[in-house]
């Protein structure tokens, strides 16, 4: 495992310099996220808020096990609690820990303005660095999943970290360990991908002929995967993307318009240029000043 | 100080160019490469082992705190987590066991006992001698009195039915052994020592 430095950028927001990434032979890691086996007892959650150093004012009741109501700046993952009722007539009680899904093409990053305030690292996760923030919420426009949040107190974008700083040593993250039912696992993609496999096989055994796992590709595939037992229809799950895109604004702006707009300002550079060589600089003319002068003239007169 | 105006446009473009070239990079030319990562917190902290106090499934604990027990250094505990060799909870833990350093420091936490006398409103802190004290007497006192020796048949039953004991959940087995030992010796037969099992 890296120590996650900038050796181990692979993308950088606002930068159209590619980061070296120098730490080549490096493992993807992945969460994988077995919605079938959650209890939806929320020790992700306290864990998460335990280990970050955040705490979140005591809320009000919604008419909901969800609880904080919605993701915050201090609230990086969240159970989202939906009730739903099968063919059969049958109640689902389907809990999804909502959360970053670390996406292998990050819609916050492409949308991000301030040069290095997210980062993708070469095993995967996408980060925030703070103190590069400028708090302009494109992050939010730009997250196909609606994650990030900008905080209130310091006006910066926060979200799951995927715990780098205990990935970095060598650790799972803080909810990954909580998790008293092995429904969060972490390790490499590969090996979370073999073990969502086999929940689906068990899963399909027991009558979820659906299931499947999620790792949209839209995305280009995220590191924080979901086992669903409904994978043909995820917006069940608390609106769960089913095809999650980066908003065509996101992409129009920061794609094509880009190096247009770089273009427009260059040419107008260089118009402006050749007309002053040309034509020379605006000068004032002996009308120009009579005019001038007439004009002040009659503004002293009116009273 | 006095600016014409074709003055006060240059200094303005003079600004602009210099702010232009910071933001060009040249500001920041040599500065080093920001720590990305926030450092991890547990690199030198102490860790010890514990039960969780909550209930009787027992989970173990890592108890992080900050100083390396230095004779200078006044511990402080600053994480808790699950503890992966324990065989009970492999590392996991509920989510009162993952908030339990809320706990430790919660504001209302108790520290001492408290006493509130026979017709009193409030609780008031008394010492542990105090408290142990009172207790003595009191079950010294309804024992002396309710005390049962014998059954109706006559058969010794030495009975002390008046009174019982909650005991900790979260008992070590030695812990268990001894609360009985104590508990029974004196007769008494309501008794729990693993409160949700």
Redesign the interface.
């Known amino acids: 495992m890296s120590?996650?430095?900038?050796q181990d950028y692979i993308r950088r927001s606002a930068s159209t310099m590619t980061p070296p990434s120098a730490r080549s032979h490096e493992d993807e890691v992945a969460k994988l996220i077995d919605v079938s086996r959650c209890i939806g007892?929320?020790?992700?959650?306290?864990?998460c808020?335990?280990?970050n150093d955040l705490?979140q004012e005591v809320g009000h009741f919604e008419g909901s096990y969800q609880n904080p109501n919605d993701l915050s700046p201090s609230v990086w993952t969240l159970m989202k609690f939906a009730e739903y009722e099968n063919e059969q007539g049958n109640l689902e009680w389907l809990i999804r820990k909502d959360g970053c899904m670390h996406c292998e093409d990050p819609g916050c990053l492409k949308a991000c303005p301030a040069p290095g305030a997210i980062?993708q690292y070469a095993n995967g996760i996408v980060?925030f660095?703070s103190?590069k923030c400028i708090g302009c919420g494109y992050c939010v426009k730009g997250c196909p999943f609606d994650i990030p949040r900008i905080s209130k107190t310091d006006h910066k974008s926060y979200k799951c970290?995927l715990c780098?700083?205990?990935v970095?040593?060598g650790l799972e993250p803080?909810c990954v360990?909580?998790?008293?039912t092995?429904a969060i696992m972490f390790g490499t993609k590969a090996d979370m991908k073999h073990q969502a496999e086999e929940r689906i096989v068990d899963l399909k055994s027991r009558g979820f002929d659906k299931a499947g796992l999620y790792d949209p590709a839209e995305v280009g595939g995220t590191h924080v995967m979901y086992v669903l037992h409904h994978a043909d229809k995820p917006s069940l799950y608390s609106g769960l993307p089913d095809k999650p895109g980066i908003s065509p604004m996101v992409e129009a702006w920061k794609g094509v318009m880009k190096p247009l707009a770089l273009a427009g300002i260059a040419l107008a550079t260089v118009v402006g240029f050749f007309h002053y060589m040309i034509k020379g600089p605006n000068e004032v003319t002996e009308a120009d000043e009579a005019e001038g002068e007439r004009v002040l003239d009659e503004t002293e007169k009116t009273p | 100080m006095a600016l014409t105006r074709r003055e006060f446009i240059k200094f303005t473009g003079l600004g602009l160019a210099a702010s232009s070239l910071g933001m060009l990079g040249f500001g920041a030319a040599g500065e080093a490469q920001a720590a990305a990562v926030r450092p991890f917190k547990l690199t030198h902290a102490t860790e010890t082992r514990n039960t969780c106090t909550y209930c009787s499934v027992a989970c173990g604990l890592l108890i992080y705190s900050m100083g390396d027990r230095a004779k200078n250094a006044r511990s402080n505990i600053i994480h808790i987590e699950g503890d992966p060799d324990h065989p009970v909870n492999r590392g996991t833990l509920c989510p009162k066991g993952a908030a339990l350093l809320d706990v430790v420091h919660a504001p209302t936490r108790l520290k001492a006992p408290r006493y509130r006398p026979p017709g009193g409103t409030d609780f008031k802190e008394v010492s542990w001698d105090f408290a142990l004290d009172r207790i003595a007497r009191l079950m010294k006192d309804d024992r002396d009195k309710n005390f049962i020796a014998k059954n109706v048949a006559g058969t010794t039953v030495n009975r002390w039915t008046s009174v019982g004991m909650l005991a900790a959940s979260a008992s070590s087995s030695e812990t268990a052994y001894l609360t009985w030992k104590v508990v029974r010796s004196l007769g008494m037969v309501v008794f729990d020592n693993q409160a949700r099992v």
């Open positions: 120590d996650l430095q900038s007892c929320k020790a992700c959650q306290s864990a808020m335990e280990w705490r980062v980060d660095i103190d970290t780098s700083d205990r970095t040593v803080a360990k909580a998790c008293p092995g």
